[in-house]
């Protein structure tokens, strides 16, 4: 069974930086593709980032501000947040998939708990 866990949420004040990590357990995360999304309070789940190997897409809400990263070694994902925004306050969950790249929820078949970040201005 694959098991998700992130940390790194906080509140921040606007332009602050960030990082996120979601260790995974259970299976090595070269096995699938890793994503990032948020939800903020009345908003639907929206993709933020993805990884699979080379291979990394963005939202272009966060594109040029926030990065992704994976460590093999330690079977974690990373996302840096840089110049955080009062909108990008929101849960944030880490997400697995077998197969490619996706940027819609309903295609990632393992999630995490969640992390608070809160940014304040």
């Known amino acids: 069974q694959v098991q998700l866990v992130e940390s790194g949420g906080g509140l921040v004040q606007a332009g602050a930086d960030l990082r996120l990590s979601c260790v995974v357990s259970g299976r090595a995360i070269t096995n699938y593709a890793m994503g990032w999304f948020r939800q903020a309070p009345g908003k639907e789940r929206e993709f933020v980032a993805a990884i699979f190997w080379d291979d990394v897409e963005y939202a272009d809400s966060v594109k040029g501000r926030f990065t992704i990263a994976q460590d093999n070694a330690k079977n974690t994902v990373f996302l840096f947040m840089r110049s955080l925004k009062d909108e990008d306050t929101a849960v944030y969950y880490c997400?697995?998939?077998?197969?490619?790249?996706?940027?819609?929820?309903?295609?990632?078949?393992?999630w995490g708990q969640g992390t608070q970040v809160t940014v304040s201005s």
């Open positions: 997400a697995a998939r077998t197969g490619s790249i996706a940027t819609t929820a309903r295609e990632y078949g393992h």
